[in-house]
């Protein structure tokens, strides 16, 4: 029951209006006992820091930060943790001592759904230079990847990614237009698509990632995963699932990155992972 008493979670960005994290957190929320709602906010980029500050005037405990405010965020955070530092981005901030303390869950998530695959000095290509590439990057370090590809359609933001890694592994950069790449898509072992290409409530819904000819050359035993969870599967996958690839969508991810928040929020309760995932299956 909701009361005077209260408090609240919240995810800030935009859009959020195809998220489906308040259905998972307020599950898992109410399964704990837990006197939390998790309510979505859609932000202006303009509006950020006024809503990020004047939340932590209000009864909020924490929040989930996503698209496009993961690195824009820093400037509001008093304690950042070392691999939020380590990436450049944030998605999580829990309010300590009247200001905000960051960390960052997606890595966790990410690998969550590759734990398993044994992708030990496979190669990799990733769709994206921006916020969520960086999660992805120090995942496929994680997991001990043997060569990891970048390409986008920003020079400067491919540059920078680069340059933030390169003392960790040697990463190959190049723009969409790159003649190489359907050489690359046809050796590589893993795909991860980190643009917003195919989320639902946009414009592009129905477009692959830098078009459909890009991905002529992709073969049957290629994993995809596409961080994109609504819609589920997005247009990527159901093209890559046609050509034979396995596909992996973003819901697995979600659901983890999103227990390792609530457990941040609660200093460490064991967040029920299945429960998330319930709900998230009977909205689908």
Known sequence: MITSKTSFLAL???????SLSPIMQN?????LG?????????CKEEDLETVVNSLKKMNCKGLNITIPFKQKVFDYCSEISPVAKKVKA??????????WSATNTDIDGFI?????????????????????ARSVIQGLINLKLSQITIISRNKHSLK???????????????????????DLI????????????????????????????????????????????????TPLL?????????????????????????SFWTNGLEVPFEVMHDAIKKYL
């Not at 800030?12 to 195809?18: F, K, L, Q, R, Y």
């Not at 969550?112 to 969520?132: D, F, M, T, V």
């Open 90 to 99: 944030i998605n999580t901030l829990k309010l300590k001592n009247n200001d």
């Open 186 to 233: 046809q050796e590589t072992d893993l795909i991860v698509n980190t643009t917003p290409v195919g989320m639902d409530k946009t414009t592009n819904i129905d477009e692959l990632p830098f078009g459909e000819s890009f991905w002529k050359a992709i073969k049957s035993n290629t994993i995809v995963y596409d961080l994109i969870y609504n819609p589920s599967p």
């Open 112 to 132: 969550y759904p590759l734990k398993e695959l044994n992708l030990i000095k496979k190669k990799s290509i990733i769709l994206g230079s921006g916020g969520a």
């Open 12 to 18: 800030i960005g935009n859009p959020v209006s195809h």
């Open 34 to 42: 837990l006197d939390l709602i998790y309510i979505a906010i859609p």
């Open 27 to 31: 599950a898992a929320v109410q399964y």
């Open 160 to 182: 920078d990614l680069i340059a933030n890694f390169e003392n960790d592994i040697k990463i190959n950069g190049l723009l969409n237009t790159n003649t190489e790449i359907d």
């Open 238 to 262: 159901k093209f890559c699932e046609k050509k034979g690839c396995m596909t992996i969508d973003g819901v697995q991810m979600l659901i983890a990155q999103g227990a390792k928040s609530l």
